[in-house]
């Protein structure tokens, strides 16, 4: 424990004895500090300064009275006084906080010093030997042995750059031919070990050591290029070095490519240059004294059974090593073009490309040893998919008028894990930010690797720092999914991260589901992936030479998508060696290509280029290809040694089941995407019929019923907050990948809504539906609480509802309902489902789905050729009303294979349609098919699967569409026929499911009874005047008097044209506008179809005291307002069933007035 200087108790016996025996080289400040905090402290100020101050301090006093007795002198109000007083009090508390900061500032500053200076003495002097630790071992004795070993490895040091690195380095480029080394020195300061520790190895043939490494070096390395100029001469530079790693070829090889290519400007004299004849000389005296300090793991593997038992050794730092460089002579420095950008953030990266997971130095110490790029760069050991999801009660930073207002903070998230490093998007002014992002991360070393997240507060100028945590990787592959809440360290406030720990698979058994759970998953910026994709370049052979028969410089690009990398530069070689490792994300290695383009250095020059597509991994051994590949574009025998290595990513949890899927990809062939033209004997047979996966038309629809809430808090504000008012409530929805927001309710706490919406949705589980509920206003929308749904009870049960309890808000509860409508291949029920559709659907939500359309698009064959020859690049376009879907692009071919699906809610299956549009890349459409929906209610199963011929005559596509009527479970209509014992008998054979739903009100035998007797009577003819079709009915749920208009037939027709009906609906004996409804207008027609919707919100006692008007009408001419009736009916609600609701004709009856509308 530490005593403050303060502190007057007198030190221990421990301390008393230990100070006398603290070596001759102790610190100054420690025994500065000792001095100070002894009890002879100087004394203080003498009697006559005492009274200096307190008559200086009484002086002070008098003169905050002199403004009172001026503004009585002058007579002024007292008002002044006060507010002058008050200015005064808000500039002394502003300046004593900033006093306050000033202490609190110097006070840290002092104990840093204190506490630096503490730590260096004890590094200094080592530890004792009986100090230890549980997981971590000195090793004295290897520090002696690399302190006895630093010097001759200083002269291999010396040898390796003068004979390696210096004749590489010359002849990369002719501008360097001069280069030389003039001076190699490591320095008398070697490398120290601080710790050793040793890990259990993930199998017996390896060996895992993490050294804790620490070096203050006095390296020196003096570098000379001589160059001819016409005023310039030879550049003398010396340059640090880094464990080895000389900053030239390691640290800045851009600066080569750069001196090649000409970009730079020739050097100038600095102020120390000489002019000589024809050279120019410049000395530059650079000290590089770098100060390292990190965790190098050390990996001795494989263990073999022959000497010297170790194959290879592996070095690599787990995380960024901590570098500090003090420079001198950086003036010198900065006068040389292309190090004058050099700096310590440069070399770290630097450091970072070549010794920071994944890059890591392999020494092989066997000839001939087997898997040496495995070695090099291995497979991840797994991914980690990072979900930054929210924050919450973070600390304010914003501060306004000079610190007298505080606001908010600007927060945005880093997440780092090794050299990868992701930025989420910025929150303004929100200490609660919802990010909700992805990101995928590749592990390679468990234990070691740490997950870092860093908050910070977006600003113009310097981000503020917000807080940060750190996970070790090793509890996410322990735990799987882990999903939490974690404190923010240096700062305040919580971020919530879900962790799940994705496994490498060796097969594509599990591929489709992988897709299958990742359609499911909504991912911001990128899509979630299903593969990684590892290509180890090795070397190429033969590549063409460049004009004058001068040897390239290959360099590789290898792109998937839009994803590129690019491997180092080999200069002067035909036949290069590359030896790299790089690593791809793939979102559906199904239909992504691997395109390789091996350029000159310069980027201008192409040597060979080859495309790959990734399909065919998929059906090789291990999903791994190791093998020679022919180049394009290239010389005869240009070809390209890689190996590729594929792993499927798999959630390995028991929190996730996925689907079993009958069958395996395996036997999928890749090559039948790109259909080449050959011999009909070898061309496969015409398929038939489509072959859609076992998922296709599974899907459901949930119809969510958003009633209403209670009790939700008041966020409008009058008078500047004196006055409380309400707020304007709305509810927001979120669900597979889909948003939908309700009306706005004004001026209420207890809302009603009663709104519908409907979104199709998988059976993967782990499916939430998000409820976000906000007060509506014209700048920025006040939030009221949200709330969590999972779907799992939803999906197994097929109803739910509940009352929801708002969250992060002090009060508020929301009514929601849940149905899930399964698909049903039958048309049977659709007129009922109509029906039912027409009755619950209320006034302020879209019309409901009465089917789900699944369409399953494989193929096209015989598209038209571009300018006659030349094959198109296909893609396909699916609509139903207002909705489309999009196909992949197929390049360059007339028989393109999409296997893609999608599926449509369908709302009138009787007129709906499905639009097919095949279009070409960059050469417009190919072909188009129109399919009547009315064709597939009058197939087996409602569904069709055979080739479609394209209207303009050339081209066919196949396809699968698929209906299914989506019967309403909780309206009772799948339970009812056409004949009124079987309904009954079918609510006496399901007591569970109605037993079990104690929420559902007398709604559903009512339909039931309702749609049994509108389908019983015989219809009687028309009269003379026609007949109007109407359904009304008393809606008990929402105390709703409900009316339907469908249709008139055999209207009268007075005049020689047809008439333009409507109809019109008043509540007797009220004649006001408020109880009057109307339809639309129908033009030239005496059938007129309407099917519209009205209600009247009124109590069930009332209604029955009614009479409902309907009045047919037609205009009487374009410029009068007078309106033609042509028939009525009265219809007195006492006397009708409202329970019932069935659709019914009646007669229409004649009326004098005429002119009325």
């Given at each position: ?28 400040a ?36 002199v403004?009172?007795y ?16 008050a ?6 508390r502003?300046?004593?906080e900033?006093?306050?900061?000033l202490?609190?500032?110097r ?7 204190r506490?630096?200076?503490k ?6 002097r080592?530890?004792p ?9 000195k ?41 030389t ?38 390296v ?11 005023k310039?001469?030879v ?12 900053i ?13 290519s000409?970009k730079?400007?020739?050097p ?32 001795l ?22 570098l ?16 004058s ?14 010794l920071?997971?994944p890059?890591?130095?392999l ?43 505080e ?49 910070f ?10 807080g ?12 799987g ?9 240096g ?14 698979l060796?097969?594509a058994?599990?591929l ?24 180890y370049l ?17 360099m ?16 002067s070689?035909?036949?290069?060696v ?16 691997l ?29 791994t ?29 028991s ?5 079993t899927?009958?069958?395996?990809p ?6 039948s ?20 996966d ?10 969510i ?6 009790d ?57 539906l998000?409820?976000?509920v ?25 109803f739910?509802?509940e ?75 699916l609509?139903?009303?207002?909705t489309?879907h ?8 007339s ?11 369908i709302r ?14 960059g050469t417009?459409a ?5 399919l ?13 699967d ?11 596509v ?12 909780h309206s009772?209509?799948?339970?009812h026929?056409h ?64 009316s ?19 109809v ?9 506008r408020?109880?009057?409804r109307?339809?639309?207008?129908k ?15 009124l ?25 033609e ?9 006492a ?15 004649d009326?004098k ?5």
């Open positions: 424990m530490e005593r403050s200087p303060g502190d007057g108790s007198s030190p221990s016996p421990a301390d008393q004895s230990s100070a006398p025996s603290d070596p001759p080289d102790q610190p100054p420690a025994h500065t500090k000792r001095d100070l905090s002894s009890g002879n402290q100087p004394a203080g100020p003498g009697a006559a300064g005492e009274a200096l101050a307190l008559l200086t301090s009484f002086g002070r006093r008098l003169l905050v009275l403004p009172v001026l503004a009585g002198a002058v007579g002024l109000s007292v008002g002044f006084v006060l507010f002058g007083l200015l005064y009090l808000g500039w002394r502003v300046r004593d900033k006093e306050r900061s202490r609190a500032a006070q840290l500053l002092d104990d840093e010093e506490l630096t200076a730590t260096l003495y004890m590094s200094h080592e530890l030997a009986w100090v230890s630790f549980p997981d971590v071992e090793a004295e004795w290897l520090n002696k042995i690399v302190a006895q070993v630093w010097p001759f490895l200083g002269q291999y040091m010396e040898k390796l750059l003068t004979e390696t690195v210096a004749p590489a380095v010359r002849g990369s480029n002719p501008h360097l031919q001069t280069f080394f003039t001076r190699v020195e490591l320095g008398e300061k070697p490398l120290r070990i601080l710790g050793v520790k040793v890990h259990p190895g993930q199998s017996k043939e390896q060996i895992l050591l993490d050294l804790n490494i620490s070096y203050v070096g006095d020196q390395i003096d570098v000379e290029v001589k160059k001819y100029f016409c310039a001469g550049k003398g530079m010396q340059v640090g070095h880094v464990s080895g790693a000389p030239i070829g390691r640290l800045c090889p851009k600066f080569h490519r750069m001196w090649g000409g730079l400007e020739k100038k004299l600095g102020k120390f240059g000489r002019e000589r004849s024809p050279f120019v000389e410049k000395c530059f005296d650079l000290l590089f004294l770098p100060q390292l300090h990190g965790v190098l793991r050390v990996i593997e494989p263990l073999i059974g022959n000497l010297p038992i170790v194959g290879a050794v592996s070095m690599f730092f787990i995380r960024r090593p901590t500090d460089i003090n420079w001198t002579g950086m003036t010198n420095l900065l006068d040389i073009p292309g190090l950008s050099l700096s310590d953030t440069m070399i770290m990266d630097s450091i970072a490309a070549f920071v997971l890059n890591r130095l020494v092989p110490l066997v000839p001939d040893l087997q898997d040496v790029a495995q070695l090099r760069s291995p497979l991840p050991r797994g991914i980690i998919r990072i979900h930054l999801l929210a924050a919450r009660g973070l600390g304010s930073k914003d501060k306004y008028v000079k610190g007298l207002i606001g908010k903070s600007d927060p945005y998230a880093l997440v780092r894990v090794g050299t990868q490093t992701f930025c989420s998007r910025v929150i303004n002014e929100d200490l609660n930010p919802q990010w909700g992002e992805t990101y995928e991360v590749m592990v390679h070393e468990v234990p070691g690797q740490e997950i870092e997240v860093e908050v507060d977006k600003d113009p100028d310097k981000d503020d720092f917000l940060r945590m750190k996970l070790d990787v090793g509890k996410v592959l322990q735990a999914v882990l999903d939490n809440w974690f404190p923010l360290q700062g305040q406030g919580q971020v919530h991260l879900r962790l799940e720990w994705l496994s490498l060796p097969s058994e599990k489709e589901q992988v897709l299958q759970w990742n359609r499911g998953v909504s991912s911001r910026p990128e899509p979630p992936s299903a593969a990684i994709l590892v290509v090795d070397r190429a052979q033969d590549l063409p030479l460049k004009k004058g028969n001068k040897e390239p410089n290959p590789v690009q290898l792109s998937i998508q839009d994803m590129t990398q690019e491997s180092k530069a080999v200069y070689n035909n036949c290069p590359w030896e790299e490792a790089f690593r791809f994300f793939l979102q559906d290695p199904r239909s992504q290509e395109d390789v383009q091996v350029k000159d250095d310069s980027r201008a020059l192409t040597l060979g280029a080859l495309t790959l597509p990734l399909g065919r991994l998929l059906t090789a051994p291990e999903l290809l190791d093998q020679w590949f022919q180049l394009s574009s290239s010389g005869p025998n240009s070809r390209l040694y890689m190996k590729l290595v594929m792993r499927i990513l798999y959630l390995d949890s929190e996730v089941h996925f689907p899927v009958p069958g395996t395996g036997a999928w062939d890749p090559d995407e790109s259909s080449q033209a050959g011999s009909s004997v070898d061309a496969p047979p015409r398929p038939c019929h489509t072959t859609p076992s998922h296709f038309g599974t899907e459901n629809v949930l119809r019923h958003v009633l209403e809430a209670q939700l808090i008041a966020k409008d504000r009058f008078l500047g907050g004196l006055v409380k008012g309400k707020s304007d409530p709305y509810v927001k929805l979120k669900l597979a990948g889909r948003s939908f927001r309700s009306r706005v309710v004004r001026e209420d706490l207890n809302p009603r809504w009663n709104e519908v919406f409907e979104v199709i949705v998988t059976s993967i589980p782990g499916q939430e998000d409820i976000e906000f007060d509506k206003d014209l700048d920025k929308d006040d939030f009221l609480g949200r709330s969590k749904v999972s779907l799992t009870a939803v999906l197994n049960t097929g739910l509802d009352w929801l309890t708002l969250e992060d808000v002090p009060s508020g509860r929301l009514h929601l309902r849940l149905e899930r409508l399964t698909p049903r291949p039958t048309a049977a029920e659709l007129e009922e489902v109509l029906q039912v559709n027409s009755l619950i659907q209320t006034q302020k939500s879209a019309e409901l789905a009465a089917a789900l359309l699944s369409v399953y698009l494989e193929r096209a064959e015989d598209l038209p050729l571009r300018k006659g020859t030349k094959p198109p690049s296909p893609y396909a376009t609509t139903v009303g207002d489309s999009k196909t992949k692009t197929i390049s360059q071919t028989a393109p294979v999409w296997d893609e699906s999608a599926s449509f809610l009138k299956p009787n007129t709906e349609s499905l639009e097919l549009q095949v279009r070409g890349e417009g190919l072909g188009s098919l129109s009547p929906l009315s064709e597939l209610l009058v197939t087996d199963q409602l569904c069709l055979r080739w479609f011929t394209l209207n303009n005559g050339q081209g066919q196949l396809l699968r569409a698929q209906l299914g009527i989506l019967v309403s479970q009772g209509v799948e339970a026929s004949s009124y014992s079987h309904s009954s008998s079918s609510l006496s054979e399901e007591p569970e499911l109605w037993g079990g739903l104690p929420h559902i009100t007398s709604s559903a035998p009512e339909l039931r009874q309702r749609l049994t007797h509108g389908d019983s009577p015989v219809e009687a003819p028309a009269g003379p005047l026609g007949q109007v079709k109407l359904t009304v009915w008393y809606y008990s749920e929402e105390r709703k008097l409900v339907i208009v469908h249709s008139c037939r055999a209207l009268r027709q007075n005049g020689r044209d047809p008439p333009d009906p409507y019109s609906l008043l509540l007797l004996p009220d004649k006001n408020g109880t009057k109307k339809t639309s207008q033009k030239r027609t005496l059938n007129p179809e309407f099917s519209e919707r009205f209600e009247w919100e109590p069930l006692d009332e209604a029955l005291r009614r009479k409902l008007d309907v009045s047919v009408k037609s205009n009487s001419s374009f410029m009068s307002r007078e309106r009736l042509l028939g009525k009916v009265q219809l007195d609600l006397e009708i069933d409202l329970s019932q609701g069935a659709a019914q004709w009646y007669d229409l009856m009326d007035d005429k002119g009325s509308s």
